[in-house]
């Protein structure tokens, strides 16, 4: 009986018996200055426009006196001054259960894909704190991506978050399918942030496919939603990914990018009066970068394995968010364009990549057999200049003698077809093979 009625009792105590009121005396864009009403950073409240159907969502981002800052989730058309405002008496949350897989939604947390509405079994909040460090399962179990090039060279362990760096256009969106389609987790959230439209449909219809959208969750704010929007679906999908952990599942969640996660806060804070500080981002955006990244990891139970995109501009692996991002996650996969224009796809940069828990759980002949590779590859790109024009002359140098033989070898088990699967136990034999095939 309790069980029948539990819904009911959840709807009757988040019900907000005292309405707090205000109204709006400026609009800046997407910004709404409201006198009152009495709330508190990241309450949602409503505005409500005579000239709209339905009221207008926003999110209070900042307090100056009786002036209540507001980023609005939609539309500012129609708002004006005068219009009520209500306070909702609560921060942004979403509903969470079995049935949000092979859904995709938006930045509230609502279904984008027309099947319905989602029936939630609880609701987190968008916004939460991560998990107590000394209450994380320690990270020991590795986890599979299904990609030769990590796989085998850049083990992941459960729990471990990891930033794929590169420029535009380079293959990030199609190392995030790859994954996707082929890693051993129990299941996929992936944040699609400020992504163009098509790119949202063509994700989840060409690069997903059918039976990788069964597993997964997508959370979807496109490149023209308002910046609130932009923000909040990462911490929707962090929310998400939580859910399923404390469920005991492994989770691997999926952003694309958190450079678009910082853009939009830098709009936030900029319109919200902050000063900017390095290269035009304000403080606050650094302080959400690592608010956001420090929920993914181990819990209690389960485990949230990240995987974010970053997008450098101008190829610069140095600019702020880059930096900010690599000295805040446990390690980085360099995509290279130079190459992507080779058509050497993934187009990992294993060199100028790392894993910092890789040794940790792979095994001796794993790591030996890695690191076996790594030197003969870092060999041969030392000297690749003087190899490529003939000036290098065999017999010069045993060990670039060797990286030359393996060449081949290694760029054929790097290189690997976008649908292409590749069992762990199948890397870790063609990792061996090489391996043996270069100490001969």
């Given at each position: 009986?309790?069980?029948?009625?539990?819904?009911?009792?959840?709807?009757?105590?988040?019900?907000?018996?005292?309405?707090y009121?205000?109204?709006?005396?400026a609009?800046?864009?997407?910004?709404?200055?409201?006198?009152?009403?009495?709330?508190?950073?990241?309450?949602?409240c409503?505005?409500?426009?005579?000239?709209?159907?339905?009221?207008?969502?926003?999110?209070?981002?900042?307090?100056?006196?009786?002036?209540?800052?507001?980023?609005?989730?939609?539309?500012?058309?129609?708002?004006?001054?005068?219009?009520?405002?209500?306070?909702?008496?609560?921060?942004?949350q979403?509903?969470?259960?079995?049935?949000?897989?092979?859904?995709?939604?938006?930045?509230?947390?609502?279904?984008?894909?027309?099947?319905?509405?989602?029936?939630p079994?609880?609701?987190?909040?968008?916004?939460?704190?991560?998990?107590?460090?000394?209450?994380?399962?320690?990270?020991?179990?590795?986890?599979?991506?299904?990609?030769?090039?990590?796989d085998?060279?850049?083990?992941?362990?459960?729990?471990?978050?990891l930033?794929?760096?590169?420029?535009?256009?380079?293959?990030?969106?199609?190392?995030?399918?790859?994954?996707?389609?082929?890693?051993?987790?129990?299941?996929?959230?992936?944040?699609?942030?400020?992504?163009?439209?098509?790119?949202?449909?063509?994700?989840?219809?060409?690069?997903?496919?059918?039976?990788?959208?069964?597993?997964?969750?997508?959370?979807?704010?496109?490149?023209?939603?308002?910046?609130?929007a932009?923000?909040?679906?990462?911490?929707?999908?962090?929310a998400?990914a939580?859910?399923?952990?404390?469920?005991?599942?492994?989770?691997?969640?999926?952003?694309?990018?958190?450079?678009?996660?910082?853009?939009?806060?830098?709009?936030?804070?900029?319109a919200?009066?902050?000063?900017?500080?390095?290269?035009?981002?304000?403080?606050?955006?650094?302080?959400?970068?690592?608010?956001?990244?420090?929920?993914?990891?181990?819990?209690t139970?389960?485990?949230?394995?990240?995987?974010?995109?970053?997008?450098?501009?101008g190829?610069?692996?140095?600019?702020?968010?880059?930096d900010?991002?690599?000295g805040?996650?446990?390690?980085?996969?360099?995509?290279?364009?130079?190459?992507?224009?080779?058509?050497?796809?993934?187009?990992?940069?294993?060199?100028?990549?790392?894993?910092?828990?890789?040794?940790?759980?792979?095994?001796?002949?794993?790591?030996?057999a890695?690191?076996?590779?790594?030197?003969?590859?870092?060999?041969?790109?030392e000297?690749e200049?003087?190899?490529?024009?003939?000036?290098?002359?065999?017999?010069?140098?045993?060990?670039?003698?060797?990286?030359?033989?393996?060449?081949?070898?290694?760029?054929?088990?790097?290189?690997?077809?976008?649908?292409?699967?590749?069992?762990?136990?199948?890397?870790?034999?063609?990792?061996?093979?090489l391996?043996?095939?270069?100490?001969?």
């Open positions: 009986m309790e069980t029948l009625f539990s819904k009911y009792i959840d709807a009757v105590e988040r019900t907000q018996t005292i309405h009121l205000g109204h709006v005396i609009v800046t864009g997407q910004l709404i200055e409201s006198r009152g009403p009495r709330s508190v950073i990241g309450e949602m409503e505005i409500r426009a005579p000239y709209k159907g339905h009221p207008v969502l926003a999110e209070v981002v900042g307090l100056a006196g009786t002036t209540v800052k507001l980023m609005a989730y939609g539309d500012t058309g129609g708002v004006e001054i005068g219009c009520e405002v209500s306070a909702s008496g609560s921060v942004l979403v509903g969470v259960g079995p049935g949000l897989l092979g859904r995709v939604m938006d930045a509230t947390g609502r279904p984008l894909d027309n099947r319905g509405d989602i029936v079994e609880a609701f987190y909040p968008a916004i939460a704190s991560p998990p107590n460090p000394l209450e994380r399962k320690s990270v020991e179990e590795r986890i599979v991506t299904g990609i030769r090039a990590i085998g060279l850049l083990a992941v362990a459960k729990g471990q978050r930033g794929i760096f590169a420029g535009s256009g380079v293959g990030k969106s199609t190392v995030l399918s790859m994954i996707a389609r082929n890693t051993g987790a129990d299941v996929n959230v992936i944040a699609l942030e400020g992504e163009r439209g098509r790119e949202v449909l063509d994700f989840i219809k060409r690069d997903l496919g059918e039976d990788g959208l069964k597993r997964s969750v997508v959370v979807a704010a496109t490149s023209d939603q308002p910046s609130i932009r923000l909040r679906a990462a911490f929707v999908a962090t998400v939580e859910y399923f952990r404390d469920q005991g599942k492994d989770v691997m969640l999926m952003f694309d990018s958190i450079t678009r996660f910082a853009h939009a806060q830098r709009e936030i804070g900029l919200a009066g902050e000063p900017p500080a390095q290269r035009g981002y304000p403080p606050s955006v650094f302080e959400m970068l690592p608010k956001l990244l420090e929920r993914a990891g181990t819990g139970t389960g485990s949230i394995t990240g995987f974010y995109t970053v997008l450098v501009d190829d610069d692996m140095d600019e702020p968010i880059a900010k991002v690599r805040t996650i446990d390690g980085h996969i360099v995509l290279s364009r130079k190459l992507a224009q080779a058509y050497h796809y993934p187009a990992i940069d294993v060199l100028a990549s790392i894993s910092r828990l890789a040794n940790r759980v792979s095994s001796r002949e794993e790591r030996e890695a690191a076996s590779i790594r030197k003969l590859m870092a060999s041969y790109a000297n200049d003087m190899i490529t024009a003939g000036a290098y002359q065999k017999g010069s140098s045993p060990s670039v003698d060797r990286a030359i033989d393996m060449h081949e070898n290694i760029e054929s088990f790097l290189i690997q077809d976008e649908y292409e699967q590749s069992p762990l136990d199948s890397t870790a034999a063609k990792l061996r093979a391996a043996e095939r270069a100490r001969m």
